[in-house]
């Protein structure tokens, strides 16, 4: 049996409909997931209701380690309804639940090193595929610019924005160990190894989408609602509905 599926793809100037035509059968998800990825600013436009976004807002969430991505990823999300992924907590999970690449992940998580991109890219790829949340907020990816191909080449798009929490070393070095987690690479020698490789590897990534004028850059100093008051404008002055 053989099925059609109509998008409306509403560009900046143009709408043009596009008919896919297939068998039953064969919708399988990642299918599914490049057409619904096949345009920055693809909508899917619902007779009485343009709110309801075919592609995902995608936003990254970077900084160093401990400048506090996850803290108020956890607010962004609550606040204005994203779905919050970290990868590192994907990967930490992926340890925890014995995958094929648990004990890969745990050696190079104990040295503070990063993770090969497609075992990242797969496991992001699969929690977007999984929700109906069409506002994304990945936390601490990408790492490098390995990743971030990575990640256009499997996923075929870029981040819609990209929030930099910019935080002192001495302050992020603080905060980390005082965490109290019990997260392996919470200790000082492996840090130490984080803050370098952040150094080397991802300010490159967070340069490359400066340069593209995707980066809302957040000076990461004060209490956590301080920091929160920066960061809510952002979201606040898109239009998420
Ligand atoms: N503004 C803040 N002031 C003081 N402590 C904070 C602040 N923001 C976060 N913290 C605390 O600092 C620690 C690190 O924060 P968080 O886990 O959000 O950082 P992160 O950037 O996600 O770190 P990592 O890269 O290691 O996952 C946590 O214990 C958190 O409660
Ligand atoms: O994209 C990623 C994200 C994380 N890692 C590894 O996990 C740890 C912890 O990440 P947090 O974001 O601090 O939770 C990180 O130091 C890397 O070793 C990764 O390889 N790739
Ligand atoms: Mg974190």
């Known amino acids: 049996m053989w099925r059609t599926c109509l998008l409306n793809y509403r560009g900046f100037k143009n709408s043009i409909n596009i008919h896919?035509?297939?068998?039953?059968?064969?919708?399988?998800?990642?299918?599914?997931?490049?057409?619904?990825?096949?345009?920055?600013?693809?909508?899917?436009?619902?007779?009485?209701?343009?709110?309801?976004?075919?592609?995902?807002?995608?936003?990254?969430?970077?900084?160093?380690?401990?400048?506090?991505?996850?803290?108020?990823?956890?607010?962004?999300?609550?606040?204005?309804?994203?779905?919050?992924?970290?990868?590192?907590?994907?990967?930490?999970?992926?340890?925890?639940?014995?995958?094929?690449?648990?004990?890969?992940?745990?050696?190079?998580?104990?040295?503070?090193?990063?993770?090969?991109?497609?075992?990242t890219v797969n496991l992001i790829l699969r929690e977007i595929e999984l929700t109906e949340n069409r506002k994304v907020l990945i936390d601490g990816f990408p790492r490098t610019d390995e990743n971030r191909i990575a990640f256009e080449r499997i996923v075929g798009v870029g981040p819609d924005l990209v929030i930099f929490f910019d935080c002192p070393e001495e302050e992020m070095v603080k905060r980390l160990l005082s965490r109290n987690q019990g997260r392996i690479d919470d200790n000082i020698e492996t840090i130490k190894k984080r803050l370098e490789i952040f150094d080397k590897l991802n300010l490159p990534v967070i340069n490359y989408y400066s340069s593209k004028g995707k980066v809302h850059k957040i000076k990461a100093v004060g209490t956590t609602e301080e920091i929160f008051e920066k960061v809510n404008p952002i979201f606040a002055s898109l239009s998420l509905n």
């Open 20 to 119: 896919f035509h297939r068998p039953h059968h064969q919708v399988p998800t990642r299918l599914k997931f490049i057409e619904l990825f096949m345009t920055e600013s693809a909508m899917l436009v619902k007779e009485g209701d343009s709110s309801n976004r075919v592609r995902p807002l995608l936003t990254f969430v970077l900084g160093g380690p401990g400048s506090g991505k996850g803290t108020q990823c956890a607010k962004i999300a609550e606040t204005f309804g994203f779905l919050h992924l970290s990868a590192g907590e994907l990967l930490r999970k992926e340890i925890l639940s014995g995958g094929e690449n648990g004990s890969l992940i745990l050696d190079i998580i104990k040295e503070g090193k990063i993770v090969p991109s497609e075992i």
